[in-house]
């Protein structure tokens, strides 16, 4: 979901501001990382080489490729990963425009050999720059970041924040990466080397001399088990398999995110609520109401604005003010809404909508009263083609309807030309267009001095 305008905004400052302090470093020679001296940087561009043969820019060829790490969505996420699997957490800072950057987005995690050094680790993306319009398509599916792959650009933005206030030590530098233990102690930062070399030997050396990790995807478990998993690889399987599903495994996925509670599966019960099956939406909205963790309250926010029981309704709102006590912005929802169910001393909103609804009766009344009288005159003159009095009259009631006010405007020349057509009929079937005569003559003559 992209944000308001004052996020955007402080985005946009981050941006600028990590790329003035990248570019400003790299043009001053600034000095490698204490552990990107650690892993064999030069203390600056090796003779002969420059920033256009150590980082080639990736060709149009190589955005093409699809990425081959997969980074968790989320913080939460990778620490739920790393503890089921024992790997340490690597954070991984990129931006646009910065060369190294670009290197390593558009050519090094798209190659099998720089993801075969990363399966050791739980990888997480942070990045301030939007290259989506939008996370979610209109059936709640998500729009993956076409520059980092398998998470949504609201991922690896909202991350960056997180990460700074963190692990970055006052710093916004990019690329990056910075090796995190369970216990949250940093193994290495990284950053500044003045070679690619480095950074993969950093990638290698955290990886020594740990115990095997275990299996982060548990393809042995039956699908509705993984709903239990805050893996990105599983969270991917269950919200293909349910997009593929039949109904009855679609509703058996739902119903296991209210039987496993370890992990809120959010972008899924989001395939429900956006998709056709009223069923399932409801399952959804009930499981949504269990969910414990932040990105519910974008969820129930969204929720809120489509049509539902009231009693579905207020157990979201009830789901919402237990989340306010854990994220504030849930509790501005709750108020929102609790207000505008409250009757207002300035607006009659009951009797605004009466006079409205009347409005519409009354507007549809006067449509439907010429409509009738017309399709009946046209019947008589269609069963009677060699009446010239039928024939009149047909143009009578048409000429009427086109000079209505209140009739649409885009179908009056429509009209004319039908009424037109119908007094010239009862002309050739004898009948006296008289421009100073009354009825049906006189309004065939004013038909055709209009014609």
């Known amino acids: ?17 990590l790329l003035a302090c990248t570019a400003l470093a790299r043009g001053q020679g600034a000095d490698p990382s204490k552990d990107a ?34 980074w968790q969505r989320t913080f939460d996420d990778a620490l ?6 024992g790997k340490p957490i690597l954070v991984c800072v990129n931006m646009e425009g910065e060369p190294a950057s670009e290197h390593f987005a ?94 993969f030997t950093a990638y290698k050396e955290g990886a020594k001399d740990r115990p095997p990790p275990r299996p982060e995807v548990q393809n042995d478990l039956p699908l509705v088990e993984r709903t239990a998993s805050a893996s990105v690889l599983d969270r991917t399987a269950l919200e293909t398999a349910y997009q593929k599903g039949s109904r009855e495994a679609r509703r058996e996925l739902i119903a296991a995110t209210i039987t496993h509670r370890d992990v809120d599966q959010i972008d899924l019960l989001r395939l429900a609520l956006f998709g056709l099956d009223l069923e399932l939406a409801r399952l959804a909205r009930h499981a949504l109401a269990q969910a414990d963790c932040e990105s519910a309250v974008d969820l129930i926010a969204e929720a809120l604005k489509l049509p539902m029981d009231t009693a579905e309704r207020e157990e979201l709102m009830s789901a919402a003010a237990r989340l306010s006590e ?5 509790g501005t929802l ?14 009659d909103l009951a009797g605004w909508s009466q006079d409205l609804a009347a409005q519409y009766d009354a507007s549809a009344a006067r449509t439907k009263e010429p409509a009738v009288r017309i399709e009946s005159v046209a019947a008589a003159a269609e069963a009677r083609p060699a009446d010239a009095k039928a024939q009149l009259d047909l143009a009578e009631s048409l000429l009427a309807r086109a000079q209505d006010p209140d009739a649409e405007r885009r179908f009056t020349s429509l009209w004319w030309a039908d009424a037109q057509v119908a007094a010239h009929a009862a002309e050739k079937l004898g009948a006296k267009l008289d421009p100073e005569g009354s009825g049906a003559a006189k309004t065939g003559a004013v038909i055709k001095e209009a014609s």
């Open 37 to 70: 001296m650690k892993y064999g940087s030069p203390p600056s561009l090796p003779a002969g080489a420059s920033t256009e043969t150590m980082w080639p820019a990736p060709t149009a060829e190589d955005w093409q490729r699809p990425v081959l790490v997969h």
């Open 80 to 85: 739920e990963v790393a503890k089921a699997t």
């Open 1 to 17: 979901m992209i944000r308001n305008h004052g996020y955007a905004g402080r985005l946009a400052l981050r941006s600028l501001t």
């Open 326 to 330: 854990k994220y504030p912005r849930a």
């Open 334 to 347: 709750v108020a929102v809404h609790r207000g505008l169910a409250e009757p207002s001393k300035w607006i």
């Open 106 to 199: 558009g050519v090094r995690y798209r190659q099998e050999a720089t993801a075969k050094l990363l399966e050791p680790y739980v990888l997480v993306m942070a990045s301030v720059y939007r290259h989506t319009t939008r996370d979610y398509d209109e059936q709640g599916r998500r729009v993956l970041c076409p520059r980092f792959g398998s998470v949504t650009c609201g991922e690896h933005i909202e991350l960056e924040p997180l990460l700074y206030e963190n692990y970055f030590d006052g710093k916004r530098i990019a690329p990056r990466h910075i090796l995190l233990e369970l216990s949250g102690a940093m193994t290495y930062d990284v950053y500044y080397s003045w070679d690619t070399a480095t950074v």
